[in-house]
Structures are given as C-alpha cells and as structure tokens.
C-alpha cells in the first residue's frame, strides 16, 4: 500500500527536543524528495525543508537553521525530522510529504506536537 | 526568500459559484507551482501541479492558469466537497513557500 505513516503525538516541555519519523511504503524510498510541513493551530502551512532519501541531502528553510535535523534511512524506507530547542511557538501538527514536481503527491496524517511547560 | 502572495484570505461563496484565487510570486517561478486544498484536521492534499495540469482524480471543475508570478486557481462550479482552505506552493527555488492560504466558506 501506497502511504506515508507518521509517528504519534508528543508532548514536550520547552528547550526539549522531538524527533519525528515517516515511514514509506508502496514505492521506491530514493525515488521522491521529501519535505515537511508545519501547522500551527489555526493557522496557514509552513514549509521546512526537504530531504534526498537517495543522498541524505537536505535544505532546510533559515528559520529553522540550527536547530532542525532531517535524515533518511533507506535500510527501513524512513525518513526523520528532530526539531531542537522547542518554544510554545513550535506547537504545531507536522506533515511529511513526498514530493514530486508532477504527479507524485504523497502526505502523512501528520503528528501532533505539543510543546509546554 | 520568494513571497508567495494569496488573495484573497478568505471568501463566502454559494454552491454553484464560480470562485478564482490568485497568488503572486515575488519574482519569476515559471511554472514551478502547485495548488492544495485542505480540509479541517486532514492533510493537505495537491490539486493542480506545474500550475495548470489537474492531478489524477481531481475533478475537472479545478483548473489552474498563469507562469512567472501571477497565477490563478479556478473552481468552476462550487461543491459541497470544496469548503476548505486552498493553498498555493512554489518550487522554483529554496526555501519553497506557500502562500499565505485561502479559506472558502459557504454563504
């Protein structure tokens, strides 16, 4: 089956760390990018950045230099994001997605990420 | 940093309504361009990529237009289905942005 699942919610006290994990299935891991997305509560999509599962290469957007970490692992088909430093302002559901510039457009259900004190 | 700029925030529509959202993009994409729809608590899915070309399954009454920096999502005739919150993504250079959103509300 064609999809990506998405570890489970997390609850997390401020300056703590959460990794995050998107496991593939149904299609060849190295042959798509994949990015994730942030979502505040009520508020627009945020992109993050990407990983080359083929390569391990990332871009990451400049608010989230330094304290974001995405990897692949294509022993599994899995690719991770760890998010560093967290504030009540990176409470948020986080969506991986593989993506293609045509046709390709696979999402995860996205995980909850709760960040308080 | 290209600006994805979305018009309108938000709009009220009747079902049957033809509806255009538009974004602008800081500079030229050419057509590096998707649109999304998502539903509350779902995940966003990809409507239209390379700015005009329909992704499978999508209904017909999307459709998607422009190059460079102005482009435009069409729904023809409105549905019950197509309340939601439309989104524009442009991959043309790094970071790729969204545009700000757009949520379409009944009437």
């Known amino acids: 089956q064609v999809q990506l699942v998405q570890s489970g919610a997390e609850v997390k006290k401020p300056g703590a760390s959460v990794k995050l994990s998107c496991k593939t299935s149904?299609?060849?891991?190295?042959?798509?990018?994949i990015m994730w997305v942030r979502q505040a509560p009520g508020q627009g999509l945020e992109w993050m950045g990407r990983?080359?599962?083929?390569?391990?290469?990332?871009i990451y957007a400049q608010q989230f230099q330094g304290r974001l970490t995405m990897t692949s692992d294509t022993s599994t088909s899995t690719v991770y994001m760890e998010l560093s430093g967290l504030s009540p302002e990176d409470t948020a559901v986080f969506y991986c997605?593989?993506?293609?510039?045509?046709?390709?457009?696979?999402w995860g259900l996205g995980t909850m990420v709760t960040v308080s004190s | 940093d290209i600006q994805m700029t979305q018009s309108p925030s938000s709009l009220s529509a009747s079902v049957g309504d033809r509806v255009t959202i538009t974004c602008r993009a800081s500079?030229?994409?050419?057509?590096?361009l998707g649109w999304y729809q998502q539903k509350p608590g779902k995940a966003p899915q990809r409507l239209i990529y390379?700015?005009?070309t329909l992704q499978s399954g999508v209904p017909s009454r999307f459709s998607g237009s422009g190059s460079g920096t102005e482009f435009t999502l069409t729904i023809s005739s409105l549905q019950p289905a197509d309340f939601a919150s439309y989104y524009c993504?442009?991959?043309?250079?790094?970071?790729?942005?969204f545009g700000q959103g757009t949520t379409v509300e009944f009437k």
């Open positions: 997605a593989s993506f293609s510039s045509h046709f390709w457009d696979l």
């Open positions: 149904g299609y060849r891991f190295i042959s798509y990018y």
């Open positions: 990983v080359n599962p083929s390569d391990g290469g990332t």
């Open positions: 500079q030229d994409i050419t057509t590096d």
């Open positions: 390379a700015a005009s």
């Open positions: 993504l442009q991959h043309n250079n790094y970071p790729w942005t």
